[in-house]
């Protein structure tokens, strides 16, 4: 993978996880955060669409490497809110 690929990766990660922390309610952090959610949302989309037997669309190939723009975001969504939920419950506030 080239640079200018792990880049582009790393901003449709960044964009997949601010609007799954959107759509939730709730904010984690800033960009560094937002990448990571995007990621962990698209492993967690990923596994609840093959689990539920969901076809992958709306998939983006970078380098060869497809990255589902669907599921990252609905990924993490969820991912977002299991957070937020694990904060209040053991921190009483946000």
């Known amino acids: 993978m080239t640079l200018i690929g792990f880049l582009v990766l790393l901003l449709i990660a960044a964009i997949c996880g601010g609007i799954g922390q959107s759509l939730a309610g709730y904010d984690l952090g800033g960009c560094l955060v937002s ?5 962990i949302g698209a ?21 060869g ?3 589902p723009i669907i599921w990252a975001v609905i ?4 991912f977002t809110l299991i957070v937020a939920l ?3 419950l053991f921190t009483g506030r946000n």
Not at 54 to 62: A, E, M
Not at 75 to 78: D, E, K, P, Q, Y
Request: hydrophobic share 55%; proline share 6%; net charge positive.
């Open 86 to 88: 694990l904060r209040r």
């Open 35 to 39: 990448i990571i959610v995007g990621f």
């Open 43 to 63: 492993y967690i989309g990923l596994w609840v669409a093959g689990k539920m037997g969901l076809p992958h669309f709306f998939t983006i190939t970078v380098d």
């Open 65 to 67: 490497k497809p990255f």
């Open 75 to 78: 990924g993490s969504a969820i």
